[in-house]
């Protein structure tokens, strides 16, 4: 596995890392206490390029490889958590259209999504199918002939849905059938202000709270037939593909929640002192810092190599759960450890180290429990393994 960055990927890192400080250090802890999401930066993302980075440049977007995405992932982690979950869900949005819409779709879903003029949500959870995808309640019912209908009446509830309300664009998950399972599952391209469609309760979060996350509610909301992406039937895979895509994603943002911490943790017991001397000469915290970069260097390692394996076209259960998994429990780790070296300041609300510990968090929860990572990684190995 090589780890040497191109040229290109160097200077879109350096880039993204000078626009998170300039741009986003400034005000992220004022945002997160807040919990207010500054439409304002997005813009600005989708300005330097951001919104579109990794997708190809048939659909406007730039062109980058999945592993030149991770950089600029865990460059917006490092300095805000919110920010990066907010883009990474609007990309979430736009790949299934990407590999699945018509070239009418994406003539006219994509352009305004691209460049940071719309922002995107993905809607599948709902109260009671979380993890079990596959037990989506949401009732899609066809609206004409069954085999040729017009449009789609969608009812139903979902929930924590990153970027809403202010996501104008949001692809919906419904079923056709609830007790059909997956079988039945059916995506739709939904646009805010559509009638019977409005938004419910705010979710108060631990953290990530400068990201909001929103119910929506669906009232026999009619969807045009154009509207529908893939077949019937076909939106359970197009969701799993998109989540292997969000869970790197979501993997980069935790290696850079987990370095801010490190690196975080180093300055200050440098600076800090005690027992005669600075903190940093103490061999017990030395031991706690090298462990802490053991643990940033693995989450980034395994990382990388499943954007890689995105990159070279290969399946990403495996890859993108292992990415996820590792990051998100690295970043949970290290950010703990980093309050405990800050000992009071890393406690108090004041130096946002505390923020990193909530964010990551968050981290290990969505995108896939690490649980149900668990459960993925296991039945991946015994397919290979066994068959």
């Not at 040229?7 to 919990?35: G, H, K, N, V, Y």
């Not at 979501?250 to 903190?279: M, S």
């Not at 290290?334 to 309050?339: E, S």
Request: proline residues 4%; aromatic residues 6%; hydrophobic residues 45%.
């Amino acid at each position: 596995m090589s780890g040497a960055l191109t040229q290109e990927e160097l200077l879109l890192q350096s880039t993204t890392r000078e626009f998170a400080a300039r741009e986003l250090a400034p005000t992220a802890i004022e945002r997160d206490e807040a919990e207010r999401y500054d439409r304002s930066l997005f813009a600005k993302m989708g300005d330097l390029g951001l919104t579109g980075a990794p997708l190809p440049e048939s659909v406007g977007g730039s062109g980058f490889s999945y592993l030149a995405w991770t950089l600029v992932m865990e460059e917006l982690g490092a300095v805000d958590m919110s920010m990066a979950v907010s883009l990474s869900v609007h990309l979430l949005s736009q790949y299934p259209v990407v590999t699945w819409g018509t070239d009418e779709q994406r003539q006219r879903w994509l352009p305004a999504m691209v460049t940071g003029e719309q922002l995107g949500a993905f809607a599948l959870t709902e109260p009671h199918a979380g993890s079990d995808a596959a037990a989506i309640g949401t009732h899609a019912e066809r609206l004409g002939p069954a085999d040729a209908p017009h449009a789609y009446r969608l009812t139903g509830t979902k929930i924590w849905i990153s970027n809403a309300p202010e996501a104008e664009r949001y692809l919906v998950f419904a079923t056709l059938d609830p007790t059909a399972g997956a079988g039945a599952i059916t995506a739709f391209l939904v646009e805010k202000g559509t009638p019977g469609f409005r938004f419910g309760a705010h979710e108060r979060k631990m953290g990530i709270r400068a990201c909001p996350a929103t119910e929506l509610i669906f009232d026999r909301a009619e969807i045009p037939v154009a509207n529908r992406l893939g077949g019937e039937g076909e939106g359970y895979r197009i969701a799993l593909s998109a989540l292997g895509e969000g869970r790197i994603s979501i993997a980069a943002a935790c290696v850079g929640v987990a370095r801010a911490a490190l690196e975080a943790a180093a300055r200050y017991l440098t600076e800090r002192r005690g027992f005669g001397g600075p903190l940093a000469e103490q061999q017990g915290l030395r031991f706690m810092l090298a462990e802490m970069a053991r643990e940033v260097a693995a989450a980034r390692a395994v990382t990388r190599e499943a954007a890689r394996a995105k990159d070279r076209g290969e399946p990403l259960a495996e890859p993108s759960s292992i990415a996820k998994w590792t990051a998100s429990d690295a970043a949970m780790r290290v950010a703990t450890d980093a309050v405990q070296l800050f000992g009071a300041s890393g406690y108090s609300r004041e130096t946002g180290i505390e923020r990193l510990m909530r964010d990551a968090k968050g981290a290990q929860i969505y995108e896939g429990t690490n649980q149900i990572h668990r459960l993925i990684v296991a039945d991946e190995l015994f397919r290979r393994v066994i068959g």
